[in-house]
């Protein structure tokens, strides 16, 4: 499956942004989909993912509250509504894809579970 991001900017602290992570290749359905993000000098983080079809999500702490994942399936794309945004949400945006390869799969958090990245999309937020 091949994705590509999109959506990224500068922003003033408070401010919001939508990212949109288009997949083609393969069925959308059958895929966790997941944002990561990776800030200068720091590992790549979990941020953000929902599941193939059930509509389940999970986010990390840091961003409960701010930011939403949600999926379309008719379009075949993932978005990442980023709410009050801050100075430390500063990082490249980088979308995922990991199989699923049963029904009761748990929601992947960890980057080594996704086997498909998107190119990165850069989010700046200025204090």
């Known amino acids: 499956v091949q994705l590509q991001a999109s959506g990224g900017g500068l922003v003033q602290a408070g401010g919001s942004l939508r990212l949109s992570c288009a997949a083609s290749?393969?069925?959308?359905?059958?895929?966790?989909m997941g944002w990561f993000r990776q800030a200068p000098g720091k590992e790549r983080e979990f941020v953000a993912a929902?599941?193939?079809?059930?509509?389940?999500?999970v986010h990390t702490d840091s961003v409960k509250g701010r930011f939403t994942i949600s999926r379309d399936s008719a379009k075949a794309t993932v978005y990442l509504q980023m709410n009050i945004l801050k100075p430390e949400d500063t990082a490249v945006y980088y979308c995922?894809?990991?199989?699923?390869?049963?029904?009761?799969?748990?929601?992947?958090?960890?980057?080594?579970?996704?086997?498909?990245w998107g190119q990165g999309t850069q989010v700046t937020v200025s204090s």
């Open positions: 995922a894809a990991a199989p699923i390869r049963t029904i009761l799969a748990a929601i992947p958090t960890y980057r080594s579970q996704y086997e498909y």
């Open positions: 290749g393969r069925t959308f359905s059958s895929y966790f």
């Open positions: 929902i599941g193939g079809s059930s509509g389940s999500t």
